[in-house]
């Protein structure tokens, strides 16, 4: 418990404003924090594929999707309730933050070119992966295979 109090301290407490797109973000464990409950989907749509994680209550909390003719990965928080500058990604292997943008339909997205090795941390981290932003409380989901179909969809 204290791990994760100090994990949303530390999202809570980045220096979000100003920083730059390869700036590092505040350390977060993500090892030993514990992920939201719910569930991955995939689907193939027209010009690429999405995953989109799930909560319990029914609301989609995070969508990783491919942009096969830009050749682009987009990570999309849903429900943020402001714009920010910037959006941290952290995983078992690496941590970055990343410039976003704000719509909306209070989503806040950033995009990834699908070589970016960020991608292939976030695929391969260990059983989970975190994101927040200024505004957006930290969101700790479980890694799944339909994160990889995506970012595999957009690389072929």
């Known amino acids: 418990m204290k791990t994760m109090m100090f994990a949303f301290a530390a999202a809570r407490a980045l220096p979000l404003e100003g920083v730059s797109v390869a700036q590092v973000p505040a350390q977060v464990d993500v090892d030993a924090l514990h992920p939201t409950f719910g569930s991955w989907s995939f689907q193939t749509v027209q010009g690429g594929s999405y995953a989109a994680f799930t909560d319990t209550s029914g609301a989609q909390r995070l969508i990783i999707r ?91």
Not at 72 to 85: D, E, F, H, N, Q
Not at 106 to 131: C, V
Request: charged residues 20%; aromatic residues 4%.
């Open 66 to 156: 491919c942009n096969r003719g830009a050749r682009t990965v987009s990570v999309l928080r849903t429900g943020v309730p402001a714009a920010a500058p910037t959006m941290s990604v952290w995983t078992s292997s690496a941590a970055r933050s990343v410039a976003s943008r704000f719509d909306a339909t209070k989503t806040l997205t950033i995009d990834l070119s699908a070589t970016d090795p960020l991608l292939d941390s976030i695929a391969f981290s260990r059983g989970r992966f975190a994101t927040a932003a200024a505004g957006a409380p930290l969101l700790v989901v479980p890694s799944g295979p339909q994160i990889d179909r995506v970012i595999e969809d957009c690389r072929s």
